[in-house]
């Protein structure tokens, strides 16, 4: 996949990973969403480097998805944990 298309799932699973973690965020919509396409990149990156499972050059590969999203998520857990109280 290209970087485009990292970019472009990195939105989704940002997207995602905010529905599944409902609430306020510190930075709102455009920080959640950088959230996301970085989430995607660690995600992919972990899933390659700690579980030796390499990501497929498939825009559709479920595992693929999956790291995504779980990178959004863990970033957003710990963005939310650094900067929660900021807004207040």
Do not use: E, Q
């Not at 990195?10 to 709102?28: E, N, T």
């Not at 970085?38 to 995600?43: D, Y």
């Not at 998805?65 to 857990?77: H, N, P």
């Amino acid at each position: 996949m290209g970087i485009v298309a990292w970019i472009v799932l990195g939105l989704v699973a940002g997207a995602i990973a905010k529905i599944l973690l409902p609430g306020r965020d510190p930075g709102g919509l455009i920080v959640t969403t950088l959230i996301g396409i970085a989430g995607a990149f660690v995600g992919g990156w972990l899933s390659a480097k700690l579980l030796h499972r390499t990501i497929g050059n498939h825009f559709f590969d479920l595992a693929t998805w999956g790291a995504a999203i779980a990178g959004s998520l863990v970033l957003l857990v710990a963005y939310r944990i650094l900067f929660g109280n900021c807004r207040d």
